[in-house]
């Protein structure tokens, strides 16, 4: 049986939009995913650039590792997703160029809702075939000898997927990528007011992902530290149900909800909210370009 230690993660963190990116790798195979990746996107200029995610092509190429899969833990609505980019510059000699782009297969609502919001329902394809492969809650993904479990966690949307990753042999899961459910223990837990978020459904989700033993590893999506902290990406369970703000052991639902309730409508919209969901709802590609090979993102006037 194959240890927890048979795989390794490298964390890659965005400043400008406090995103956390990983390239988890099977030790034996060199095999590997990337979660999350970014793709650079100027709200000024309406210009991408590929700086966060070439740095993850260079390090899947110096450590000679073959992208099997790209994972999205939901559609973000704070960077754009660099999906489609990242899996056409795979590392020379590669044997799978193409690496299938995965998210939970609750997309086809958030497509269904945004879709209509950008009035762009005739350019997502249908039954989410934007993406190579949709999720269900306990469907199983292989990286060589290392198994990864997606987890279904609704609630900051109704397409989240946690992913847990287990050794060879089902040694167990030793690390879990809870995308935007919590943050650090000092941060708290992610909102829950986009279209088809539910605070209920987020506790619940939250607690399942904390049902896990305490020494399973944590890895975040996102961090916002507070003044004096260096940005931080891992914590375990136990750190989580002791010291999280918003939701440590003692929080009932019931007051879980009535905070996070409160909060959010205190929070603005994110920044890149408006380009970036038109985008990762289809997997990271662009809307197609005109005769001029021009293209164009929409801004719904009024609307949110």
Not at 68 to 78: K, P, Q
Not at 235 to 259: K, L, P, S
Not at 289 to 297: C, I, N, S, V
């Amino acid at each position: 049986m194959t240890s927890p230690a048979a795989f390794g993660v490298q964390a890659f963190f965005d400043e400008v939009t406090g995103t956390v990116s990983y390239v988890l790798h099977d030790a034996a195979s060199r095999e590997a995913a990337v979660i999350d990746p970014v793709w650079d996107f100027d709200a000024k200029s309406g210009r991408t650039s590929t700086v966060s995610a070439q740095r993850i092509a260079d390090y899947l190429r110096a450590q000679q590792l073959d992208l099997r899969w790209v994972l999205e833990t939901h559609a973000h609505a704070d960077h754009l997703s660099a999906a489609q980019w990242l899996r056409a510059q795979a590392p020379a000699g590669t044997a799978r160029i193409a690496a299938p782009v995965v998210i939970g297969q609750q997309i086809t609502a958030v497509q269904k809702v945004f879709g209509g919001l950008y009035g762009m329902d005739a350019s997502i394809a249908p039954q989410g075939a934007d993406f190579d492969r949709l999720l269900g809650d306990g469907d199983v993904l292989q990286l060589g000898a290392t198994r990864i479990r997606a987890l279904s966690v609704p609630g900051h949307t109704p397409a989240d997927l946690a992913y847990a990753v287990e050794g060879d042999g089902g040694s167990g899961v030793a690390a879990i990528f809870v995308g935007d459910t919590l943050f650090m223990p000092d941060v708290g837990t992610a909102r829950c007011d986009f279209p088809g978020g539910n605070a209920h459904q987020l506790y619940r989700s939250i607690r399942r992902l904390l049902d896990h033993p305490p020494h399973t590893s944590l890895y975040i999506c996102h961090d916002y530290p507070p003044a004096g902290r260096a940005p931080a990406w891992r914590t375990t369970v136990a750190e989580q149900r002791a010291h999280n703000i918003h939701v440590h052991d003692g929080v009932d639902e019931a007051a879980f909800v009535a905070m996070r309730q409160a909060r959010d409508a205190t929070l603005a919209v994110p920044q890149l909210m408006l380009p970036s969901v038109q985008v990762n709802i289809r997997a990271g590609k662009l809307p197609e370009a005109d005769a001029q090979g021009r293209r164009f993102l929409k801004l719904p006037v009024n609307a949110l």
